[in-house]
């Protein structure tokens, strides 16, 4: 009868403890510890869609109804407009929250990366970081780094670092919890290339924050992709810069030549081990393409310049006093992310940089606007990617990140990458996990698994099988503790075949059994190295 009477009373506690529902026009926020609220709507949506697009690369969503909350913040004492986006759906909420990232030098996009959650009944939130100045400037130019003095906005670095996460999430589940009357049973990250570097940053420095991170392409060691991405254009600066119908060569060329490594002639290379591939680019000196974007039917004859400059794109950048800075294009990689070049008057080719780096080196660099990196030396690149290193390497770089918190806490990190992406080479993603399982002192697999798929570009893009329902593996690896061995992953190739793969988490690797179709991902075992 006690425990009768003590189990009825604690349901009692619970049922009148519980907090109060408020409805979508009156919810309100209490004081949040460091955040000053300067402003705050309120809306109820009805039937609304929108086309995604990349870096998203998902359905388009139709007829969503959901409160929709605007918050305008501020840190005391500090340089900052911050505005978070929070969309709670009215009908189909999973119980669920999930936050969303950013990409390149934006911490989120509002008004686009909550839709597709919401469309799957999650309470969903986005923040700017305060990157767009109050909606007056496109994050991606950096200029957001400096103030009218010149001198670096330090409240927005530490933003985009990391603080906006936690900002935007402790917002969202308060919201969520105050309109649906309970809170959240779990809470998830998603995001992909910055996304998934705040992904790391979020398990790091705020390991109890959420259940499940879902990271994609991370940009981890994020001042060192710095002069990886700029790596390519210099060199086109001072030397040939080839349409990129000679760089597409050389991409088809690296194919054909480590495709088959695995096994199979597929047209996806498997490995992840950039220095397996044996390609030449000198091999190619003399071959003549047709290139329609010249404007003529005069084919373009690859040089020696071209060759030499494929050569450094492979190999990556260096600084002598900075070894092992990074690693060169994956093979298998389109040269379009980072060695991208325009045709001008079918004659002139010039070289176009990664928008993002450009306001990196004008703002974060230089901090001069007017700064104009096509006058670049070899010189000034040294510097710029010695100032980025030592100016920014402690607050964006992932050399201290430590998980052994988040793993505690009983987090699951589930991380992606293209074998095959042209902004960020999967192989630092793979250094960061075997950091992690030489150090943290247990198993790694029990709370974070990488996963690598053949011919998959930056955040979806490319032309290999994708992942299929990467969120709801992490869910089921969360709720359910059916941690992914395999992610399948599909696509359908230009003839109309489908093509599907399971891919395997690292260190294993996908290798062909020497029989059956090979755009069928029976046809393929995983096999771990030294097994």
């Known amino acids: 009868m006690l425990v009768y009477l003590t189990n009825f009373f604690i349901a009692w506690l619970a049922y009148f403890w519980q907090p109060k529902k408020q409805p979508c026009g009156s919810l309100t926020l209490p004081h949040i510890p460091g955040v000053d609220i300067i402003s705050m709507t309120r809306q109820e949506v009805h039937n609304y869609s929108v086309a995604t697009s990349p870096p998203y690369n998902l359905a388009d969503v139709h007829n969503l109804d959901f409160c929709n909350v605007s918050v305008t913040l501020t840190h005391p004492g500090e340089d900052d407009t911050v505005s978070v986006s929070v969309w709670l759906p009215l009908n189909n909420w999973n119980g669920r929250f999930q936050a969303t990232g950013g990409g390149g030098l934006a911490a989120g996009i509002i008004g686009l990366a909550p839709a597709h959650p919401v469309s799957q009944g999650y309470a969903t939130a986005a923040t700017d970081g305060g990157l767009t100045l109050n909606g007056t400037s496109n994050p991606q130019t950096g200029a957001w780094i400096l103030r009218p003095d010149g001198s670096i906005n330090t409240a927005l670095l530490l933003n985009f670092a990391h603080r906006s996460i936690y900002d935007m999430t402790i917002i969202g589940k308060t919201l969520t919890e105050r309109f649906y009357g309970s809170p959240p049973r779990y809470s998830y990250w998603s995001g992909c290339s910055t996304g998934g570097r705040q992904g790391y940053f979020a398990a790091a420095k705020y390991p109890n924050l959420f259940d499940g991170v879902l990271a994609g392409a991370p940009a981890l060691?994020?001042?060192?992709?710095?002069?990886?991405?700029?790596?390519?254009?210099?060199?086109?600066?001072?030397?040939?810069?080839?349409?990129?119908?000679?760089?597409?060569t050389f991409w088809k060329a690296i194919i054909d030549e480590c495709d088959p490594l695995d096994g199979a002639t597929d047209g996806l290379?498997?490995?992840?081990?950039?220095?397996?591939?044996?390609?030449?680019?000198?091999?190619?000196?003399?071959?003549?393409?047709?290139?329609?974007?010249?404007?003529?039917?005069?084919?373009?004859?690859?040089?020696?310049?071209?060759?030499?400059?494929?050569?450094?794109?492979?190999?990556?950048?260096?600084?002598q006093d900075h070894p092992d800075l990074w690693t060169g294009l994956p093979p298998g990689a389109s040269f379009r992310g980072t060695a991208n070049t325009q045709v001008i008057n079918g004659s002139i080719v010039r070289p176009v940089p990664f928008f993002p780096i450009i306001g990196w080196i004008k703002n974060f660099v230089y901090r001069d606007p007017d700064y104009n990196v096509f006058d670049m030396t070899f010189d000034d690149f040294n510097t710029a990617y010695r100032l980025t290193l030592d100016g920014y390497n402690g607050i964006l770089g992932s050399d201290d990140l430590n998980l052994s918190e988040f793993r505690r806490a009983g987090g699951k990190l589930l991380t992606w990458h293209g074998l095959a992406d042209e902004l960020i080479p999967a192989s630092w993603t793979n250094a960061f996990w075997e950091g992690i399982d030489k150090t943290d002192g247990a198993d790694v697999d029990?709370?974070?698994?990488?996963?690598?798929?053949?011919?998959?570009?930056?955040?979806?893009?490319?032309?290999?099988?994708?992942?299929?329902?990467?969120?709801?593996?992490?869910?089921?690896?969360?709720?359910?503790?059916?941690?992914?061995?395999?992610?399948?992953?599909?696509?359908?190739?230009?003839?109309?075949?489908?093509?599907?793969?399971?891919?395997?988490?690292?260190?294993?690797?996908?290798?062909?059994?020497?029989?059956?179709?090979?755009?069928?991902?029976?046809?393929?075992?995983?096999?771990?190295?030294?097994?």
Not at 228 to 240: D, G, K, L, Q, R
Not at 275 to 296: A, D, I, N, R, W
Not at 462 to 468: E, F, L, R, S, T
Not at 494 to 517: F, S
């Open 446 to 531: 029990e709370f974070y698994r990488v996963f690598l798929a053949p011919g998959l570009g930056h955040c979806s893009a490319g032309h290999g099988p994708k992942p299929v329902d990467l969120l709801g593996a992490l869910v089921r690896w969360v709720e359910e503790g059916i941690a992914p061995d395999r992610l399948s992953a599909a696509a359908v190739k230009a003839d109309g075949k489908e093509v599907t793969r399971e891919l395997c988490r690292y260190p294993a690797t996908l290798v062909y059994d020497g029989h059956g179709d090979v755009n069928d991902a029976g046809s393929f075992s995983l096999v771990f190295v030294g097994a």
């Open 269 to 319: 290379i498997s490995d992840y081990n950039p220095q397996s591939c044996p390609f030449k680019p000198e091999t190619l000196v003399g071959h003549t393409v047709t290139c329609p974007e010249m404007g003529s039917d005069s084919p373009v004859t690859i040089t020696a310049q071209h060759a030499t400059l494929v050569k450094q794109i492979l190999q990556g950048p260096d600084l």
């Open 221 to 248: 060691n994020f001042p060192r992709l710095i002069g990886y991405m700029f790596w390519p254009p210099v060199h086109m600066f001072h030397s040939a810069a080839p349409p990129q119908c000679v760089f597409d």
